[in-house]
């Protein structure tokens, strides 16, 4: 492993291009599924950490998007005007409402999930076990889990 210590920017920025092709290829193959419920990358970041995270709390799915309370709150009315999303108040704290993705909600994530699932399986099943666990694990680390 010392090797990896000395890699060379060329190599970094190899690396960096694979990950930005790897997202554009596997978010490119949502598109065709974004653009039928005419709703668009951050729309579906929303849903995608819903079906994660059932009933988070507004202020939680700020921090995870690493976005402004504004951005939120524009794919939040879309989502709403579209039907895909619903709150629920805490039993505890009517302050706080927890998002849950409604039924078209989950079918439109599930679409999305069928068409990228097939491309990731892929790739892995055209990996050894070894190469999948790193691979696993040297992402948590680029986002610092």
């Known amino acids: 492993m010392k090797e990896l210590l000395y890699l060379k920017d060329d190599q970094l920025k190899d690396i960096i291009e694979k990950l930005f092709l790897g997202y554009r290829e596997s978010f490119g193959d949502a598109k065709k599924i974004l653009d039928k ?6 729309h579906h970041k929303v849903i995608h950490l819903l079906s ?10 700020l921090k995870k998007l690493k976005i402004t309370k504004q951005s939120l709150n524009r794919i939040l009315k879309d ?13 505890q704290d009517s302050r706080i409402k927890h998002i849950f993705l409604s039924e078209k909600g989950e079918k439109i994530f599930n679409e ?3 068409i990228q699932k097939k491309r990731i399986y892929n790739a892995f099943l ?5 190469e999948v666990f790193n691979f696993n694990n040297v992402l948590k680390k680029i986002t610092n889990e």
Do not use: P
């Open 126 to 130: 055209n990996s050894n076990s070894q």
């Open 79 to 91: 989502l709403i005007k579209k039907e895909t999303i619903i709150f629920k108040k805490d039993k």
């Open 37 to 42: 419920h005419s709703i668009g990358i951050a």
């Open 112 to 114: 999305i999930f069928t």
């Open 52 to 61: 994660m995270y059932k009933g988070v709390s507004i202020s939680d799915l």
